[in-house]
Structure formats: C-alpha cells, structure tokens
C-alpha cells in the first residue's frame, strides 16, 4: 500500500510546473483588455529529472523519406512519444486515484510550510457541506492566492501547480457540477478563494503574516495593524487607498460550474463567486489549505438587525432593535436560517452557464491542446455571472426570508419575557455575536471614504440602500454619458423598474429582460454594491486594489456609499478637465 501511495504522489507532481498559480483573463473585462493572453503550456519533470517542454502532438518518425534530417525527426519524434506516453500513464493513474475512496496521504509539500509538520491526510470523503442550522461550510477546499475574488463574478482559472491541481481533481470527482441548492449526497462542487499576497511563494516563506489564520487568531495577532496602509498618488493626496499585506481572513465562497482538461496537464476551470465567509477553524494545511468557514452576510440580512418592516434596526435607535441582538446563541440560530435563505436565491442568480467547447475536455478521457480553446468566446462569459431566466425558486426563497424575521420575533419573546428577566433558553446573553466582534475588531471596516473637497460629503447614517442605489444610478448615467462607456447587460438588469427612464447605453440590450418582479430589492443592491466599483477598479490608483476593502464591508450600504464617492470623484475630475 506504502508503494502504491509513492507512485500517486510521484504521478501528481508530474503535474507541477510553475512556481504560482494564474488565471486566464487576469482582468477579463468585454470592453477592453490586453491581459487575456494565453499562458505558455507547463514544463513536466522527466523522469531523468530535467526538465522538457510538453508536446502536444506527436510527430512520424518518416523514416526512409531520403530526408538528411532523418536522425533529427526521428530523435523529435521519440522525445514526443516518450512525452505523449508518459502522459498517458499520468491520466490512467489519475483517473484511477481520484475514483478511489482511499485516503490520501503525502509527506509535505503543501500549500502552507508554516503550520504543522510531517504526515498530513486529506480523506477524499469528505466533502464540503452548507450545513443549514449554522450557516457554515465544513472541509472547504481553500485556493489561496494574490487576487481577490467578489460575489457577483465569474472567472476562467488556468489551474497548473502541483497542489492546486490536486485540489480541483478531488473536488471534481466528488462533486456535481449544478447551480440547485445543496440537497443530495454529493453536494456542490465548493471551494473558498482566499487572498494571500503573492500567492504560494509567501505561503512557504515562513513569514507568520502570510500564515492562514482564522478570524480569532486574526484578533487576537496585536500586531495585525502593522500589515495595514494606504496609498495614494501626487496629483490626489485626498484618495487614498488601503493596503493589506498579510493572509485574508475573509474570502469568497466559489463554485465550479464548468472544466475541461488540457493535454498538457492543467485544468481549465470555470466557476463563480456565490457568498463570502470568513475562517472559522483551520483542517488541514496540507497538502492543500482545507477550513471549516462561516458564510457572512451584510448588516441588512441579518435578522437581528431588521425589523418587520424591512428597516435596519440601528437606523431607529435601541428602542426599534430586536432583543437578540445581544444574544450569541440566539443570532447563531437566526443566522443559520438566513445563509440557509440566501442559497436558496443563488439558482436564479447565477445561470450556471457552460464553457463554450465543441468537443471533449471535461469527461476525463479525451483532452484538449491550447489550440481547441475558444479564448475569445470565454472571455465573453466574464468578468460577470448572469441570471438565470427561471425563477421558479424565488417563491420559496422569499418565503423562507419572511419566515426568519417572523421567528426572530417569536425567539426575542421566548428568551425574555416582558420585564426583561433571564432567558427562558440557554444563552450567552452578553456575548457579542460574530459579525459584531468582527467589526468591533477591524476585520470589518467600512471602505475608507473620500475627502469632500473631492466629493460631496454625506453622513453615512442619513443615507439607506434606496437612497444610494439611486444615486449611484444617477452617477453611472453621467459617468457612461461623460466617457462614452457601454455598461454590461449583467449589471445594467439590476436597475430599479422605476429609474428606466435612464437611457444607459449597454452591451446587448436587445436581448435583455428585467429582473423577476419576486426578486428582492435587498438582493439586487447586493448585487450592484460588489458590480458598480468593479467597472472602474482599473481606471487609476484610487480605485485600483480595493477589491478586499469591498469585501470586508459589513453593509451593502458602507459598499454603495463608497461606490459613490469614486464615481462622483471620476465626474468631478472629469468636468474640471473637459471645461
């Protein structure tokens, strides 16, 4: 058995080639960009030890053609079929491997040399579950690398390290490719997308910053504040824009929705960006980062935070908050219930579409050369995810969201009665609840805002998420009219029915339908706080490397705001320049 192990483990790290992990379309936007380049194909390790370039035909040998290169095509020729065969024992032991229920156990090399030692064991049974009455996802496989990833999105990954490569082939060949809610045995095919300042390189650095943490080790780190900063440029000293250079705690709950594997080794992976969570405890570490997380919801979702009326609690003063608020036990029943209602809208928020491949690819057994992939019509499908047109599920979901602020009420009224004496039910009255921790620590923290004597200054607690969405679509309209832009129909479907008057100019308005009239308003301001900063993060400094700040907003509204002010500052400057 011992030997059997040494074989898989030497037939995956035929896989390795380069020393990070990429993506096909680093900045994969429909209205512009030079960085969708096809990457070079990976290098293998001969057996010998050195290192040859990976074939991906393999030449006759046309030996007695009178040719005076004979020896050299047949020398050509016998290093392509030595390269083709060696490949096909890699794809025979893999197909083999990864249908296997066995364990699988490796001796270091994984993603994380900081934490642990020796012997660690990933068990191919396991399988990454949302479990419904907490809200977390146990044994999530974790890709941790130097970009961020947000809700809303879609991405291409060109997977090729060694560990990586082993990560999406387990989760492929336990998983269904599907966007219904999880509700059978094998689950959907999860992963977490973590950010780590230059990638696998300062994984294995040995520099604690760069170790994987979970949010308590995260407050409990006094000197976390060190790795914050901020930058800004001379011509706008008033824009700054934070830096962080330390491992995330607060990543992207990603699913795949489509692959196909190439010829030479890698996989090419379509998925999605569905929630964000935060690490609750660290699995493994080896030979891949796995961790049981927490899905984190904005301030407007949480139950505790809202009243019957649909309002945020806070926004009335402590007379109009639920009681919960200040019980652990109790937010962790009712947060359990709303990530539980949040999934269940993902079937209409993401169409699940597929890779654009005529042929071969995903089923394991045929393979695809660099030369079979439509590029051009895969960067078509980014850098946003589409809704769906059926939205059979939104009845149910929107019935199940109702149900939870009915039950926080019910459970305020169970746990205290009139005179506010002690819970009727176990409790940890007192005790903050997660989201609050988060933000009273700094993991949570509002992006940072702009000085007004670029933008028009506003106090946040005078705004809503109604108030902002429309001005943020009154800001879009004049951006799109000052440059020209053409908005995407992804992001031009979440406009409120009631500002259509707006004539914004978009990709391919013909073929666009409005949103379900079922689908909630909250939702789709969601939606457009992560979309709106996206159009732009690649306009100059201020905008750029704000990614993480967006995701570790804790309210739509602190992301719609900041959404706001950049855009204003972009016509602002815009006007001083053009007059």
């Known amino acids: 058995m011992a030997s059997a192990h040494v074989v898989i483990v030497a037939s995956v790290a035929l896989l390795a080639s380069s020393s990070s992990s990429s993506f096909l379309f680093p900045r994969s936007c429909r209205w512009g960009s030079a960085d969708g380049t096809t990457p070079p194909p990976p290098r293998l390790l001969a057996p010998s030890g050195r290192r040859t370039t990976t074939t991906t035909t393999r030449p006759s040998s046309n030996v007695g053609d009178g040719d005076d290169n004979d020896d050299d095509d047949a020398g050509k020729a016998g290093v392509g079929d030595l390269e083709g065969d060696r490949m096909d024992i890699v794809r025979m032991l893999q197909r083999s491997y990864y249908h296997d229920d066995r364990p699988f156990v490796v001796d270091g090399g994984g993603d994380d040399d900081v934490r642990g030692g020796g012997v660690a064991t990933a068990n191919p049974s396991r399988r990454p579950r949302l479990d419904a009455s907490s809200g977390r996802i146990g044994n999530l496989p974790l890709w941790r690398v130097g970009w961020v990833e947000t809700p809303g999105r879609r991405n291409c990954l060109n997977v090729h390290e060694m560990q990586y490569t082993h990560m999406f082939e387990t989760i492929l060949s336990r998983s269904k490719t599907s966007t219904a809610p999880d509700d059978d045995d094998d689950g ?18 040995g520099d604690g910053r760069y170790r994987l943490r979970t949010w ?36 992207c709950l990603m699913r795949v929705v489509d692959h196909a594997r190439m010829d030479d080794g890698r996989l090419i992976v379509l998925v999605e960006a569905l929630e964000r969570f935060v690490v609750e405890e660290i699995v493994d570490t080896r030979p891949y980062a796995v961790a049981n997380v927490q899905i984190l919801l904005d301030e407007e979702e949480l139950p505790w935070e809202t009243r019957d009326d649909g309002k945020r609690a806070s926004d009335e003063g402590a007379r109009g908050r639920l009681r919960t608020r200040d019980d652990k036990n109790a937010c962790a029943f009712l947060r359990g219930k709303a990530v539980a209602a949040s999934f269940r809208y993902h079937e209409y928020e993401f169409d699940g579409r597929k890779l654009p491949l005529s042929s071969g690819g995903g089923d394991g057994k045929s393979y695809l050369t660099k030369d079979d992939v439509p590029w051009l019509e895969i960067s078509r499908l980014l850098p946003f995810a589409c ?14 969201s109702a149900r939870i602020i009915e039950d926080a009420t019910t459970m305020t009224a169970r746990i205290y009665d009139d005179r506010g004496s002690a819970p009727v039910v176990p409790s940890a009255r007192g005790e903050l609840p997660m989201e609050r921790e988060l933000r009273n620590g700094g993991i949570l923290w509002e992006p940072p805002r702009m000085s007004s004597a670029v933008v028009v200054g506003r106090r946040r607690d005078d705004l809503d998420c109604d108030a902002l969405e429309t001005l943020i679509w009154i800001a879009l309209d004049d951006f799109c009219r000052g440059t020209g832009f053409v908005l995407p129909e992804e992001v031009r479907r979440l406009m409120p029915p009631e500002m259509d008057y707006l004539d914004i100019t978009t990709t391919d308005k013909r073929h666009s339908s409005p949103l379900s009239r079922e689908y909630p308003k909250l939702r789709r301001q969601r939606r457009l706080s992560y979309l709106a900063p996206a159009l732009i993060e690649n306009l100059e400094l201020p905008m750029k490397g704000m990614r993480q700040a967006w995701l570790n907003a804790p309210s739509t509204a602190a992301r719609l705001l900041g959404a706001l002010e950049r855009y204003e500052y972009l016509t602002n400057k815009m006007m001083g320049e053009f007059e």
Do not use: I
């Not at 700054?240 to 705690?249: F, G, L, N, Q």
């Not at 809704?387 to 199940?400: F, I, V």
């Open 387 to 400: 809704y769906s047109s059926d939205d059979r599920c939104l009845a149910s979901a929107n019935k199940m």
């Open 188 to 205: 959907p095919p999860y992963f977490g997308h973590l950010y780590l300042p230059g990638g696998t390189s300062s994984a294995r650095s």
């Open 216 to 251: 308590r080790e995260e407050l409990a780190d006094s000197d976390r504040f060190d790795d914050h900063g901020t930058s800004s440029t001379l011509a706008d000293p008033n824009v700054r824009t934070p830096t962080v250079d330390r491992s995330a705690v607060v990543g």
